[in-house]
C-alpha cells in the first residue's frame, strides 16, 4: 500500500458522503488526500485510488489530468500558482509574476534547485479584485501581491 492507514481512513470519510454504489464520486477527494500526502500523484498512486474506489484508472486519470490543482510531477514543498487571466495580468499579474521569476530564478513549470518552489500559471481564481492574486499549495490564496508582498511570503515559505 502507498498511502497510509490515516489517508484511507479520511478517504473513507468521503465516501461515506455518498449512496453506497456511488463511493466513485469521492474520486476528487481521494486524489486530493493522496497528493496531500505523497506530494504528487504518480501513476502508482493513481491506480491505488482506483483499485480503492473500485473503478477504471484510465477514469481517475482523466480527472487528475482535467485539473490544474492535481500535481502530476514532483513539485517544490510550495507551489506557487499565479492567475494570469486577462483582468489579473492587466491589474498587475504579469508584474508579479515577474518579480516571482526573478526571486526564484525560474519559469513557469519549473523548479527551484533546492527543491522548496515550483511556479505556475494558473486560470481565474474568482479574486479579479484583489489581483495580483496567487495560490499557494492549492489551499492558500493570497491576495494584492505586491512585490514586498511577494518578498515577505517566500521568506515565510522558506522556513
Known amino acids: ?23 466513485q464520486s469521492a474520486v476528487m477527494s481521494a486524489l486530493a488526500i493522496a497528493q496531500d500526502e505523497k506530494g504528487w500523484l504518480s501513476p502508482e498512486v493513481m491506480q491505488e485510488v482506483a483499485d480503492y474506489l473500485r473503478m477504471p484508472a484510465i477514469a481517475v486519470q482523466e480527472v487528475a489530468t482535467f485539473y490544474a490543482m ?28 515577474h518579480h516571482l521569476k526573478e526571486k526564484l530564478g525560474v519559469d513557469y513549470k519549473e523548479t527551484t534547485a533546492d527543491g522548496k518552489f515550483t511556479l505556475m500559471e494558473g486560470e481565474c481564481m474568482g479574486a479579479c479584485g484583489d489581483a495580483p492574486v496567487l495560490l499557494v499549495n492549492n ?6 501581491m505586491s512585490n514586498e508582498k511577494i518578498d515577505a511570503l517566500l521568506e515565510e515559505l522558506k522556513k
Open 1 to 23: 500500500m502507498l498511502l497510509s492507514e490515516q489517508a484511507y481512513k479520511k478517504i473513507d470519510r468521503e465516501i461515506a458522503k455518498y449512496p453506497a454504489d456511488q463511493r
Open 70 to 97: 492535481y500535481n502530476l510531477q514532483p513539485t517544490g514543498k510550495s507551489k506557487i500558482t499565479i492567475c494570469t487571466n486577462l483582468p489579473c495580468a492587466l491589474s498587475g499579474g504579469e508584474k508579479a509574476a
Open 139 to 144: 489551499k492558500r490564496m493570497c491576495s494584492h
